[in-house]
């Protein structure tokens, strides 16, 4: 009976110290499994960290030569020139609907008035003939989407007349900026009773690409801020020029500046969620229409250290042989100036003055 007791303590001792083995190793594997599982989480993200750190060097690098090219640029001074270039305008005509006058309200002659009157231009001068082909292809194809738009207005008993007009706006250092707007006049005596949209392409004549908004400023230049600031001082006057008390608002102190701000930022707005704004352009502004009685300027003298415009798409050898290139001071076109070199002097007591502006509706 001892024995048999004996040999059940030994078997229970037994199978606890198996059991306590076991524990022990189990806990040791364990251990060893958390130690080799962190040891490849770490190399893992030391990997990564260095692929991060990589990537961001090539990024920093990236970035570190386009900002030398961006501000490896020309920066224009005020005394600067420029050229206007040899580009030509070639006028074509077309018109729909029904004669609704015969005296001509530009040449004041008895000629037939349509009710939709179109007028454009197609230009010339250029050596490459794909680059003008490709110009001019964009310029009718604008034409023509406006003009399918006007005839399902034909009928509109309303409209008394409607008109379409394209040229030039300005062609200089290898650019060139088409001006397009449709008219509408309805049926009354009020003057202001009428629609009206302004349409800008603008083009490199080097290769027949348009240029967008953007590309008119250096890539370091603060667009935002620019287009902010001239949108404010446009707005501002507009604001107060249609209010109808207008004397109240030479006195600053009287002026609802939180409506002025409400718009600048609408206009802002509408540029963040598209920056391919329309505009057109001449030698001294950038032109934004915003809505039909009023544009937004910039002048371009005002930012001049900003305007990629006169040298980013200039280019040698566009131009035919016969093309006059004529040479003007930059973000300015001093017609008068001109006027005084070709005449000369008159008098001792004879003196000029120059105005340089650009009409802008």
């Not at 490709?134 to 409607?162: F, G, P, Q, S, Y």
């Amino acid at each position: 009976m001892l024995e048999s007791n004996n040999e059940n303590n030994k078997s229970k001792s037994y199978a606890k110290s198996t059991f306590i083995g076991l524990l022990f190793f189990s806990i040791i594997c364990i251990s060893i499994t958390y130690v080799c599982i962190y040891i490849t989480m770490e190399n893992k993200k030391q990997l990564e960290s260095n692929e991060d750190n990589q990537v961001i060097e090539k990024v920093q690098v990236i970035e570190d030569v386009a900002k030398k090219v961006t501000n490896n640029h020309k920066t224009l001074k005020l005394t600067d020139k420029s050229y206007l270039n040899g580009i030509t305008e070639i006028k074509e005509e077309e018109n729909y609907g029904e004669i609704v006058d015969y005296t001509s309200y530009i040449t004041n002659e008895n000629e037939p008035i349509y009710k939709l009157e179109i007028e454009y231009i197609q230009i010339a001068g250029l050596k490459d003939k794909n680059v003008q082909a490709t110009i001019n292809k964009a310029i009718k194809d604008k034409i023509d989407e406006l003009k399918e738009k006007c005839i399902l207005r034909l009928d509109d008993e309303n409209i008394d007349r409607i008109s379409i007009n394209c040229f030039i706006r300005d062609s200089f250092a290898d650019v060139i900026s088409i001006y397009i707007n449709d008219f509408i006049i309805y049926k009354n005596n009020d003057i202001n009773n009428y629609d009206s949209q302004d349409y800008g392409l603008n083009f490199s004549l080097s290769t027949g690409e348009k240029i967008k908004f953007n590309d008119l400023f250096w890539d370091d230049s603060s667009i935002k801020t620019i287009l902010s600031q001239s949108a404010y001082k446009e707005l501002a006057w507009y604001y107060a020029l249609s209010n109808e008390n207008l004397y109240e608002y030479w006195d600053m102190d009287k002026i609802d500046y939180s409506e002025i701000e409400s718009k600048v930022y609408n206009f802002m707005y509408k540029y963040n969620k598209n920056p391919d704004i329309n505009f057109y352009f001449t030698t001294s502004t950038i032109i934004i229409p915003y809505n039909r009685d009023r544009s937004i300027i910039i002048e371009m003298a005002d930012y001049y250290e900003d305007i990629a415009l006169y040298t980013r798409f200039k280019a040698d050898n566009l131009y035919e042989e016969d093309s006059n290139l004529k040479e003007f001071y930059v973000f300015s076109r001093n017609v008068l100036l001109d006027y005084y070199k070709e005449n000369g002097k008159k008098a001792d007591n004879v003196y000029y003055t120059v105005y340089s502006y650009d009409y802008v509706r």
